[in-house]
């Protein structure tokens, strides 16, 4: 385990950091354990224990920041699902086994119609659906989208791989 979770003096998760920011944080008395696992750190001269998860001992202002737009936060926003004929991974599709692989952004306003690269305007869809659709509105391709592309409402923090036993209470995690 080499990052460790700072917490908010509420004990809301705020994201994950490196070992160095914790310990630059710990050693200005900014933050305190709130958990007894610790990494442990070799010194020239003696071993330092960082802990795993930390929390800041003051109340701070965190600017509540947008969720920024990208090709895969869609596709986890969708699920993975075909906004046109709902397919999903693992669906059986013209008799093939669909993989997420599958699947590509769809821009409901084509791009080259000037639409964007938003929240608003893509979505996850099939290989086949999106080419049928191709430079056309759904209206105009008379396909029906099953739901509106909107932007999330939450920015979920990621921990990616093996998720350490210490953080699993403050992530709300199994």
Same mark, same amino acid.
């Given at each position: 385990m080499s990052k460790v979770l700072?917490? =908010? #003096?509420?004990?809301?998760?705020?994201?994950?950091?490196?070992? @160095?920011?914790?310990? #630059?944080?710990l050693l200005k008395g900014r933050v305190e354990a709130a958990c007894s696992d610790a990494i442990e750190i070799n010194g020239v001269s003696s071993k330092l224990r960082i802990p795993a998860v930390m929390r800041l001992r003051r109340y701070i202002q965190v600017p509540q920041r947008g969720v920024r737009w990208s090709r895969q936060a &869609?596709?986890? @926003? +969708?699920?993975? %699902?075909?906004?046109?004929?709902? &397919? @999903?991974?693992? +669906?059986? =599709?013209?008799?093939?086994?669909? %993989?997420?692989r599958d699947f590509t952004i769809d821009h409901v306003w084509p791009l080259s119609r000037g639409g964007k690269n938003s929240w608003g305007n893509t979505i996850c869809a099939c290989a086949r659906c999106n080419q049928r659709k191709g430079s056309r509105?759904?209206?105009?391709?008379?396909? $029906?989208?099953?739901?509106?592309? $909107? %932007?999330?409402? &939450?920015?979920?923090?990621?921990a990616s791989g093996e998720v350490p036993a210490s953080w699993k209470i403050y992530l709300e995690l199994p």
């Open positions: 700072l917490l =908010s #003096a509420g004990y809301e998760p705020l994201g994950i950091i490196t070992r @160095r920011r914790a310990l #630059a944080l &869609v596709f986890q @926003r +969708d699920n993975y %699902t075909c906004a046109y004929c709902g &397919v @999903r991974p693992g +669906d059986k =599709s013209r008799g093939q086994l669909m %993989t997420k509105t759904p209206h105009e391709a008379n396909m $029906k989208l099953g739901w509106e592309p $909107k %932007t999330p409402r &939450v920015n979920y923090l990621v």
